[in-house]
């Protein structure tokens, strides 16, 4: 029994929110042997993310330090990753789930015989981990099998950062120096970028209307624009209909795009697909019209009306405008 | 180039799925199968590359009997050949389970490039090409958008999140997994679905492919979700329904 351990992910030189949320999924593991986990932060200067986490109440902060670790690299964090498991045989590795940890720890897990049960949204006793099946639709209940660490990692949003903010104290920081090779990494990553500005703020929207692949073509997008006018509310999309190029990817809400949290978030046909829920949740209302009554949007929404977009839509935006007269 | 495209049938987005008498999996009888969404821009980015320098485009799919039908799919659109790793219970084992069939399949045709879709639509683990990359000792780039050759190998463009991205240089042979939205999307051309009836599909049986090593992770149980929020869902015409939900909006949640 080695215990638990949460990977950190450095976001700018502070832990991002998302590995705080992963570390509140590891207490809630934790609270069955009644330990407290670790946290690891990986890099080439490591000292003050080691801080912050050490200041989280952890039992101790693992510092996997390396100057090739300088900039994130699939080969890099794997290979020293794989090198400190394989010292410390933990049982339980947590992870936030994000476009690194998706990157990587796949392949980590397989090097250890190991698969990571990636975009863990509950934890129950057993251990039991439940993630998305079928876009939304369905859920699924996974144990982790054989021996080896069990690797996770946790969706945005389902687990509360804030539960344990009122923990004091500094927690033992320990450094790990892997042995790496230059050699041995083979992607050569170059700075990020920005794609083009953004010229629109969703994230300070108070309404949105949001459409997505039920509008079925372009030429019917007018239909939604109508009704966010007459809201007064900004138009935003699921990554489809960026994807397409119907509206610029500026507007869009999700995983890949931005996070909203409106006063009025009003959903047509959108299905409510994982990758778009963690871009919306935290709007205070949110209406869904979709023509499947089991859309996962409707999990999510306050208001649902399960119906055809093209006459729900054009009745709703003459509604609105009656109103406002 | 000699390029693999992973690809797999999954059920159509609208399909009304339902849980089988087993718990574990949906009952697939009356639903229609297609193929998943970032596959298909895995397997046109391989054309475009192949369109540029020439090659050839290998589909591989694991799956049972009917995959058949997306394998042929894909040879209408423009691939070369393909190979099915004919399996009954992928659904039961786990992405490390699913990427080792597929890595074995690939062994034996030594690619330059091996792309596949970022995630399936069914069950979405995410991961089979990040660790076919692992098995097979290549380098991987995931979520990507774009793909340049180059002297030394390839120039990607990844996504990172909140509208970041980044190119990174990797070598050849390598894995690529691909995000959805870098191209356009092609229709396969009647006189492609006739060519692709003689095109070879040549079919493994996945016990041939080496042992199933026992799973890391098991689907105990499938469930429906549960609700977050309590819905309330608003009755009547489309009419009535719109201005019902209009005096909601006024009076309860106050935005209009």
Redesign the interface.
């Known amino acids: 029994m080695s215990g638990i351990y949460v990977v950190l992910e450095d976001r700018s030189g502070r832990i991002g929110r998302i590995s705080w949320e992963a570390l509140a999924a590891a207490n809630i593991l934790a609270a069955q042997p009644g330990t407290k986990p670790n946290t690891i932060v990986i890099g080439a200067q490591t000292e003050a993310l080691a801080k912050e986490a050490a200041a989280k109440g952890v039992a101790k902060v693992i510092r996997i330090e390396h100057p090739l670790l300088a900039q994130y690299t699939?080969?890099g964090f794997?290979g020293a990753l794989d090198q400190f498991i394989r010292a410390e045989s933990p049982d339980f590795i947590v992870f936030p789930h994000?476009?690194q940890v998706?990157?990587?720890v796949?392949?980590l897990?397989?090097?250890l015989?190991?698969?990571?049960?990636?975009?863990v949204t509950a934890i129950s006793d057993g251990p039991?981990f439940t993630?998305?099946?079928?876009?939304?639709?369905?859920?699924?209940?996974?144990?982790?099998?054989?021996s080896?660490p069990?690797f996770i990692s946790v969706q945005s949003g389902a687990f509360r950062a804030d539960a344990d903010e009122s923990s004091v104290g500094a927690a033992q920081i320990i450094t790990f120096t892997p042995t790496i090779d230059a050699a041995q990494i083979?992607?050569?990553?170059?700075?990020?970028?920005?794609?083009a500005a953004?010229t629109v703020d969703l994230g300070s929207a108070?309404?949105i209307v949001a459409v997505g692949?039920g509008i079925k073509e372009a030429d019917n997008l007018p239909l939604v624009q109508d009704l966010a006018t007459a809201?007064g509310a900004e138009i935003a999309a699921s990554?489809?209909i960026?994807?397409n190029?119907w509206l610029p990817?500026?507007r869009q809400v999700g995983?890949?795009?931005?996070?909203v949290a409106p006063?009025?978030y009003l959903a047509v046909g959108i299905?409510g697909a994982?990758q778009h829920l963690v871009g919306m949740?935290g709007a205070?209302?949110?209406?869904?019209i979709n023509k499947?009554?089991?859309a996962?949007i409707?999990?999510?929404?306050?208001?649902?009306?399960?119906?055809?977009l093209f006459?729900?839509v054009p009745?709703?935006t003459?509604?609105?405008k009656?109103?406002?007269q | 180039m000699k390029i693999i495209v992973a690809i797999k049938q999954v059920p159509e987005r609208d399909a009304q799925v339902r849980i089988d008498g087993s718990g574990k999996w949906i009952q697939e009888a009356d639903i229609q199968f297609a193929m998943n969404e970032s596959d298909a821009y895995a397997l046109e980015e391989a054309l475009q590359l192949k369109e540029k320098h020439g090659g050839e485009v290998v589909v591989l799919s694991a799956g049972p009997e009917r995959a058949g039908t997306t394998i042929r799919e894909a040879l209408a659109k423009g691939a070369d050949r393909a190979i099915q790793v004919e399996v009954d219970d992928l659904n039961q084992r786990d992405a490390l389970g699913a990427a080792q069939l597929l890595a074995a399949a690939v062994k034996q045709e030594s690619p330059d490039l091996i792309l596949t879709g970022l995630q399936s639509d069914d069950l979405g683990y995410g991961q089979t090409g990040v660790i076919m990359a692992e098995l097979l000792g290549l380098p991987h780039a995931s979520l990507i958008l774009h793909v340049e050759k180059t002297d030394t190998g390839l120039t990607v463009k990844r996504e990172l999140e909140e509208g970041w991205f980044q190119n990174i240089d990797l070598p050849l042979p390598a894995v690529l997994m691909i995000q959805s939205g870098g191209n356009k999307l092609r229709y396969a051309t009647l006189m492609g679905i006739k060519k692709a009836k003689t095109k070879e599909l040549r079919k493994v049986a996945a016990a041939d492919l080496g042992h199933a090593n026992a799973p890391a992770a098991v689907l105990e149980k499938i469930t429906l979700p549960q609700k977050q929020k309590s819905t309330q869902i608003i009755p009547g015409s489309a009419k009535e329904a719109a201005a019902t939900l209009v005096e909601k909006l006024k009076f309860e949640v106050r935005v209009i």
Do not use: H, W
């Open positions: 699939s080969d794997t994000s476009y998706r990157d990587y796949p392949a897990a397989a090097r015989g190991r698969v990571l049960v990636g975009d039991v993630r998305s099946l079928m876009q939304g639709r369905l859920s699924g209940n996974y144990k982790s099998a054989g080896g069990t083979r992607t050569k990553p170059s700075e990020p970028f920005r794609g953004q108070q309404l692949r809201l990554r489809p960026c994807d190029g990817i500026e995983s890949s795009g931005q996070t006063k009025l299905s994982i949740k205070q209302c949110i209406v869904a499947d009554a089991e996962p409707f999990e999510v929404a306050d208001y649902g009306i399960v119906g055809d006459e729900v009745a709703l003459e509604a609105v009656a109103a406002r």
